[in-house]
């Protein structure tokens, strides 16, 4: 655990000792860590109308000042200051996307939520859409900085939907909407809205990676996990008292039904629906359904097996609330709603059957053409590419396995469980391992067979695995779900604890592959010429590349995905004419744990000369 991680931990501590020692304590002091966030934007938007109101006042009243900034071009360096704030603040905020529902279309629906919206004095919904997932919630998205003036969405799941009673679903929506409840605890309802504002704020932030939002992106990605960190316990507590909300809107026994459905639906779906449906791209070129026509037939068909929801119903039940989620366990969220009844009951009759009426048929035609446009192309090429691995693998199966390289080794071992050419994948894996013992894809491989039966073995060789970072989240889900199966709730916890630290390293990852500069560490590619020779065909495809040079950018997250640096210098004025290193990159196709800059002398020249000093020219 590094320092940042330390600290959050802590002050995730002190939060909870100091919520049961003196909450009223407790909740001044979060107060002013709130209006910390909101004061330092305060100031910078007062100081943006003061610089601009100031500067043109100036002007106005003195000619010697508005000749000073003419004459000396004063007006660069203040138009340069104006702009920084005003891109630090004005950050664009998008909507939630999805499938629009409307009142006359849902009056039912509609209804229901008018009566929500009185009996528990919220804000207005300005809209309510359905989106593919199974879930729900409420989205207030700023209209004006983080000041309030929200756009408040009410996103419902297709497979919520499907899976729930209205009844159930009226709980769900409660559930949400008592987070802004005007009957409960105003400043409970306040740093709910701060904790999902600046979290936003963090994440719109890092999506502008210039310079011109540097100084607000700092100070968030300081504040905000602080701030995350100290409100965690108060937002724990909000979810039993939104839980709550929802039983008094319908019901112990409609919210406890929700509660239990939703754990055990969303696994069921996952489990016997989406797994067979994408192991359909071994045979089919397309789906042979559509994946939401497919979904609303199966819903219809199909009613879970009552040891299978058992089985999912148990494992949820073994769950310990942690410091990773905000939401408690089930069994605490049960018993707070003084549920004794444990038990699932399959849907009779789903709420979008209640509520969609013929919108149904057009929210899935709007999901499965949603997802043609996105999916379908990479569906194809799979599709294509495991017919090359099948015969790639029939001619590695005919081969000598001591005279195959490390890599035809490999992939005769992960194709042949990948079309199930082996009896027993340990043997298989374990053979790899023998030649290979230090490859952490065969070290994860055979943890994860380990695990699946149920051999304490393979938590040694996860940990073993997750040495190399692409490994460390699937092995915590692995290691996670099978502690807790058998009931060893801290080690669990460990693990989920390892999951969790992991994504700030996304976070890190993405950052350093979003731009690079003149202040970044360049140095001689440590690939092969092999390996980056596709990128090199591509580059050369265009006639106006004169020469190309390779470098490396040294980056702290993900080592083994390197970050390629290419210089191109164009033939006589191209780079600067036509947009070479834009062009190109517009049509380069890459892989998607590739990261890839190209730029040329006109780009950025002193960035330039630094890739032709320590890299390598390939052409």
């Known amino acids: 655990m ?30 002013w860590y709130s209006l910390l966030g909101y004061g330092v ?22 000619s010697f000042f508005l000749l000073l900034i003419l004459k000396k071009k004063l007006f660069i360096p203040l138009f340069i200051m104006v702009w920084i704030l005003f891109k630090s603040i004005f950050v664009r905020w998008p909507k939630p996307e999805g499938f629009q529902l409307t009142a006359k279309e849902c009056p039912e629906l509609f209804a229901k939520l008018d009566d929500i919206h009185k009996k528990l004095k919220t804000p207005k919904l300005h809209q309510v859409i359905v989106t593919p997932e199974f879930n729900a ?8 900085l983080a000041f309030g003036f929200t756009h408040n969405t009410l996103i419902l799941g297709f497979e919520l939907l499907l899976s729930l009673s209205k009844q159930e679903v009226t709980a769900v929506i409660a559930h949400e909407l008592g987070h802004l409840s005007g009957n409960h605890s105003k400043f409970h309802g306040w740093i709910y809205r701060a904790r999902n504002t600046w979290e936003n704020m963090m994440y719109n932030l890092d999506q502008h990676n210039g310079w011109a939002s540097a100084p607000l992106r700092w100070f968030f990605n300081w504040y905000s996990p602080r701030f995350s960190a100290y409100s965690f316990a108060l937002a724990q507590l909000n979810e039993f008292e939104a839980d709550m909300v929802a039983k008094e809107i319908t019901s112990s026994e409609s919210t406890a039904s929700a509660l239990i459905k939703t754990h055990v639906y969303s696994e069921y779906i996952s489990e016997y629906l989406w797994k067979p449906f994408n192991e359909d791209i071994h045979r089919y070129p397309a789906p042979k359904i559509p994946p939401y026509s497919c979904l609303y037939k199966f819903m219809n068909e199909n009613n879970v097996n009552p040891e299978i929801a058992e089985k999912y119903l148990a494992f949820a039940l073994k769950e310990k609330t942690n410091h990773l989620d905000t939401h408690p366990c089930l069994h605490e969220r049960l018993s707070s709603i003084s549920s004794v009844d444990a038990n699932f009951s399959p849907t ?20 499965d053409k949603q997802w043609e446009e996105l999916n379908l ?22 081969r000598d396995v001591t005279s195959l390289s490390q890599e035809e080794h490999w992939n005769m071992t992960w194709l042949s469980e990948e079309f199930n050419k082996s009896d027993d994948l340990i043997v298989l894996y374990q053979q790899y391992n023998d030649v290979y013992p230090n490859d952490e894809k065969g070290i994860f491989a055979l943890g994860r067979l380990y695990l699946e039966k149920n051999i304490d073995k393979g938590l040694v060789l996860l940990e073993k695995a997750i040495l190399k970072d692409e490994f460390i989240e699937p092995a915590c889900h692995l290691a ?12 669990a916890s460990e693990w989920q604890t390892k999951a969790y630290n992991i994504q700030d390293v996304y976070r890190s990852a993405q950052l350093e ?3 690079i500069t003149r202040k970044d560490v360049i140095i001689k590619a440590e690939v092969s010429t092999d390996s980056v020779q596709p990128l090199l065909n591509q580059i050369k495809q265009n006639d106006k590349v004169k020469e190309v040079w390779l470098a490396q950018k040294v980056v702290h997250q993900f080592t083994d995905s390197p970050v390629l640096v290419f210089a191109l210098k164009a033939k006589r004025g191209f780079y600067l004419s ?16 590739e990261t890839v800059f190209i730029f040329t002398k006109g780009n950025d020249s002193r960035l330039f000369k630094k890739v032709l000093k320590v890299g390598e020219q390939l052409i």
């Open 348 to 367: 009779d009759k789903s709420a979008a059957t209640d509520w969609l009426n013929n919108n149904i048929t057009d929210a899935i035609s709007y999901f």
């Open 2 to 31: 590094d320092s940042k991680q330390k600290i959050i931990e802590g002050l995730l501590i002190k939060a909870e000792q100091d919520l049961a020692n003196n909450s009223k304590g407790y909740e001044k002091k979060l107060m």
């Open 578 to 593: 036509d947009n070479l290193a834009e062009k190109i990159l517009e049509k380069l196709e890459i892989s998607s744990d």
């Open 41 to 62: 934007i305060s100031l910078l938007l007062i100081s943006l109308i003061s610089l601009v109101a100031g500067s043109v006042a100036l002007a106005s009243t003195s």
């Open 377 to 398: 192309s990479s569906w194809e090429e799979e599709h294509k590419q495991l017919k090359a691995n099948s015969e790639m693998l029939e001619d590695l199966l005919n």
């Open 480 to 491: 996670y779900s099978y502690l807790v199966e058998n009931e060893r709730i801290d080690e």
């Open 137 to 144: 919630a409420i989205v207030q998205t700023p209209r004006f």
């Open 513 to 515: 592959r979003q731009q």
